[in-house]
């Protein structure tokens, strides 16, 4: 699929709402629940499915009354709220359509139905994001809107490397490999709530990869990125480490790291050709969200340039 769908739910609550901590988590069910209602079996495949996932969340968010906010824990009533679902495989995309077609839809929302009374859907092509990328500049910063974590891989391999690309096509594929060779470091996919540019634009680069449909050197601008883009500093309040529930009485928990980060490209490492495709990462990412547990509202992002930017350095 060369094109992402974006399909965002208004709904009316008549009844007070209390989720667990983070309201992404009920997001996530309600996608579920859409699907299940159109293909059982599709969505339980989906569900059990150990493959890069296809689609992403937003958390809920309060229209009315004003203003306007993420939900985390209490959705209070009577409202207006809303929700975005962004899906990048085509079966799924037309499954989810029909779904949010249905004459008098209701969405169910821990214990009460919320009437839907509107439906958009926004396309964005994978192309599009790429021509009207510019090249990161030297200085620019993204915030985190919801809790983000990035897992680093089991094994700590170079991605050109074809034994490492056999392993991950393996994956993708839901076979297992051992390891990816003999000299691969294992690390044991950790997570780690920080804003690790190696780490951000592995992730990305294995979305657009798993996605776009369209040849791009992705993993050259991730490992351009590992040595290339630095952390250059934390504007006040600085980031804060945020922990949300899935499943209390489980103990199921999720630590992320939310609010703006600087982000510095070394003047002697600058390579236009890897920033403008990084510059797209980031464009879908604002999209896809990015890292653990996209499907239920974390990882979202806002990509920010600054308005006097630098002019960029001739590319090397």
């Keep these: 699929m060369s094109s992402i769908s974006t399909f ?9 709402v209390v989720f667990q901590s983070f309201s992404g988590f009920a997001a996530c069910g309600v996608f579920y629940s859409l699907v299940r209602s159109i293909d ?20 809920i968010f309060v229209e009315f009354p004003p203003p306007s906010r993420i939900v985390y824990r209490a959705l209070p009533a009577p409202s207006i709220a ?19 077609l249905k004459p008098d839809l209701h969405i169910d929302l821990v214990n009460i139905k919320a009437k839907v009374i509107g439906v958009s859907v926004n396309a964005h092509k994978f192309s599009d994001m790429l021509s009207s990328a510019d090249p990161l500049p030297e200085k620019f910063a993204i915030k985190f809107l919801t809790p983000t974590v990035f897992r680093r891989s089991v094994y700590d391999c170079c991605p050109s490397c074809p034994y490492y690309a056999e392993y991950v096509h393996a994956a993708k594929e839901g076979r297992r490999l051992d390891k990816p060779c003999k000299y691969a470091a294992k690390c044991g ?22 996605f776009s449909g369209i040849s791009l050197d992705v993993w050259g601008a991730a490992r351009w990125a590992e040595s290339a883009i630095a952390i250059a500093g934390f504007p006040k309040p600085g980031i804060r480490t945020v922990r949300v529930y899935e499943h209390p009485t ?31 990462l980031l464009r879908m990412a604002e999209i896809t969200n990015v890292g653990v547990r996209r499907t239920a509202g974390l990882g979202m992002i806002k990509y920010i340039v600054p308005k006097s930017k630098l002019s960029s350095p001739q590319s090397q």
């Excluded at 059982?40 to 958390?59: C, G, V």
């Excluded at 990048?88 to 989810?96: C, E, N, P, R, V």
């Design 250 to 280: 489980t103990n199921k928990w999720i630590a992320g790291f939310m609010g703006t980060v600087r982000f510095a490209v070394k003047e002697d490492l600058y390579k236009e050709k890897y920033a403008k495709i990084a510059a797209a």
């Design 189 to 210: 996919g950790i997570a780690v709530p920080l804003p690790i540019p190696s780490l951000m634009f592995r992730n990305l680069a294995r979305l657009w990869s798993a």
């Design 82 to 100: 809303n929700v975005s679902f962004t899906i990048m495989d085509g079966k799924l995309s037309d499954i989810f359509r029909e779904a949010i």
């Design 40 to 59: 059982e079996s599709f969505a339980e495949s989906l569900h059990s499915s150990k493959k890069l996932a296809p689609w992403a969340a937003s958390p």
């Design 8 to 16: 965002t739910l208004r709904f009316l609550v008549g009844e007070p």
